[in-house]
């Protein structure tokens, strides 16, 4: 028995090699691991991208371009759990752009995925079984945009 592939497939216009080339620009460990193309008499231009297949730290996905009849939305999400505000800083930042900030670490990038940057740190708080500090962290939580871990450990410290 051979073993199964899994990875997430992302639905483009005819921008998924563009997206691909960002998100792997943007994260460190990764790349691109094939790539296929239209061939005359396909049903999109001959030569455009049909199928590209990366990795982001091991965690595996595959990008098609598949014409206009489906749209990325918010019901799905890549979270990134990150260690350090400088990490957020930096993704909040660079996946943003031309794209869309939302509340408690969401965004939609300028391709229309939307991504959920979440500190490690707040499932070390949320796991606690503190329920005040708990909702004090998440009365914090619920009046960002970028998260701020210092910001949520203060409201969690405090309560």
């Given at each position: 028995m051979t073993a199964n592939h899994v990875?997430?497939?992302l639905w483009y216009d005819q921008n998924a090699e563009e997206a691909v080339n960002f998100y792997v620009?943007?994260?460190?460990n990764s790349r691109i691991t094939s790539l296929s193309r239209y061939v005359k008499g396909m049903h999109m231009p001959e030569g455009l991208v049909l199928v590209i297949e990366f990795e982001?730290?091991?965690?595996?996905?595959?990008a098609l371009n598949g014409g206009?009849?489906?749209?990325?939305?918010?019901?799905?999400?890549?979270?990134?759990?990150?260690?350090?505000?400088?990490?957020?800083?930096?993704?909040?930042?660079?996946?943003s752009e031309g794209g869309e900030k939302s509340q408690c670490g969401w965004?939609?990038?300028r391709f229309g995925l939307s991504w959920q940057l979440f500190p490690s740190a707040v499932k070390t708080m949320i796991t606690s079984g503190e329920t005040k500090r708990i909702e004090?962290?998440?009365?914090?939580?619920m009046q960002m945009q970028k998260i701020d871990i210092a910001k949520l450990r203060a409201a969690y410290d405090a309560a």
């Open positions: 990875a997430t497939c620009s943007v994260f460190k982001i730290n091991g965690q595996r996905y595959m206009p009849h489906f749209k990325l939305s918010e019901a799905v999400s890549i979270a990134v759990t990150c260690d350090t505000q400088a990490e957020i800083d930096d993704l909040w930042e660079r996946l965004l939609k990038d004090a962290m998440f009365a914090a939580l």
